[in-house]
């Protein structure tokens, strides 16, 4: 399979088994299935996964980001490893980010593990600044850096939609 062979769709409880077998290899403190399970429940959340066309049951990747006032905060973002540098992680976060153009915010937010560079980099790269460090952020007692992309104007071709 190659990265064109995939798209953007809603997350549902069929998802949940394959999202967490990547959770618990991209993260050290993983989230729980009832952690998912309320992102799915909410109104607020949006929690999109990166599946296969052939079959719509291979998950490749995920995206959880909540609406707020006039902001999107991006909660939980990985690809499986079999899959990265292939630029999924960037699509999933340029649909969150078009999202938030859609809404009118006027920024988008997440906090990433300091020692996370391959993450950061790829933040830059759609534009997100560094803002500043939130210390022992995590229950590990790992340090977090709070980035934010200000949303100006409208959508720029490298954040185009995805279906």
Do not use: C
Not at 40 to 60: C, G, I, M, N, P
Not at 94 to 115: D, T, W
């Amino acid at each position: 399979m190659s990265e064109s062979t995939f798209s953007i769709r809603p997350a549902t409880d069929d998802d949940l088994q394959e999202v967490l077998k990547i959770e618990k290899v991209a993260y050290p403190l993983p989230w729980t299935k009832k952690h998912f399970q309320e992102e799915l429940k909410s109104e607020r959340s949006h929690f999109l996964v990166y599946t296969d066309d052939q079959t719509d049951s291979f998950v490749a990747g995920y995206i959880v980001f909540q609406d707020f006032i006039d902001e999107t905060h991006i909660l939980n973002v990985a690809v499986d490893l079999k899959w990265r540098g292939l630029g999924m992680g960037k699509k999933l976060v340029g649909y969150a980010i078009n999202e938030a153009y859609r809404k009118s915010h006027k920024r988008v937010v997440l906090e990433v593990r300091q020692e996370n560079t391959g993450a950061i980099a790829m933040y830059q790269s759609l534009g997100f600044e560094k803002r500043h460090i939130r210390t022992a952020f995590y229950a590990d007692g790992a340090s977090a850096l709070f980035m934010e992309l200000v949303l100006q104007g409208g959508v720029s071709s490298e954040n185009e939609s995805v279906h």
